[in-house]
């Protein structure tokens, strides 16, 4: 079954350093998501990508973060310069285009960031 | 206002017996979708179910279904004979442009 596959699994960094996180999503995806739950809270919403550019940020996806898909295939989100508040797990999620008939979303498993 | 509301933050249930968790939404949009996934301490999230808001019937997926009213904005999962392996976070989400999430239901399954 084909996955949505995310690396790191796991990245400890300093305040203050910049951190990519990379997805690659389902090959025929064509809307991506970047999603973050803070330990024991809620999934948060932070920015849809589609056709190469932003279709939507939230008030967190402030200019210390950042996405591209440099390449085609990743698709990657950026922090510039991370702050203790950072720290969360971070998901990726792609959907095709029938994701609004079937309605799923597919989720990686995970980035887990700790900032120290 | 919140898009997604789970207002129960914790359940418990008897193995084999059924538990239903609580998810009310809040859109004008008339065409929506509402699922509902499963996140176990592993962290991955599962889709598990899901409606449209043009669909008549409530969804079902084996032991899951959803009962689905759409006069009340409700969406509440219904898990028929809970088993050990249920016990996880469970969100609600709804998607208009985009997917929003509930803040999840942590639900345990007593043996």
């Known amino acids: 079954e084909p996955e949505v596959t995310q690396t790191p699994s796991h990245q400890v960094t300093q305040m203050g350093q910049e951190v990519i996180l990379r997805c690659v999503p389902i090959?025929?995806?064509?809307?991506f998501y970047w999603y973050r739950q803070i330990l024991g809270q809620k999934v948060e919403f932070l920015v849809s990508f589609y056709n190469n550019e932003i279709s939507e940020k939230s008030e967190i996806f402030d200019d210390q973060f950042s996405v591209e898909r440099p390449d085609g295939s990743n698709f990657t989100l950026k922090i510039r310069s991370t702050k203790l508040e950072d720290s969360a797990m971070y998901f990726c999620?792609?959907?095709?285009?029938?994701?609004?008939?079937?309605?799923?979303?597919?989720f990686g498993e995970g980035s887990r960031l700790t900032v120290l | 206002a919140q898009k997604i509301t789970q207002t129960q933050p914790g359940m418990f249930v008897q193995e084999k017996e059924a538990v239903t968790l609580d998810c009310t939404y809040d859109t004008s949009d008339p065409s929506y979708g509402l699922f509902w996934y499963k996140q176990p301490s592993s962290g991955e999230m599962i889709f598990l179910i899901y409606q449209g808001s043009y669909d008549q019937q409530n969804a079902t997926e084996g032991r899951y279904s959803l009962n689905f009213q759409k006069a009340r904005k409700s969406a509440n999962l219904v898990i028929s004979a809970s088993q050990l392996g249920d016990s996880a976070m469970y969100f609600c989400?709804?998607?208009?442009?985009?997917?929003?999430f509930g803040t999840g239901t942590s639900l345990t399954v007593i043996p």
């Open positions: 090959s025929n995806h064509l809307y």
């Open positions: 989400a709804m998607r208009e442009a985009q997917f929003y």
């Open positions: 999620a792609t959907a095709g285009e029938d994701a609004w008939v079937t309605g799923e979303l597919f």
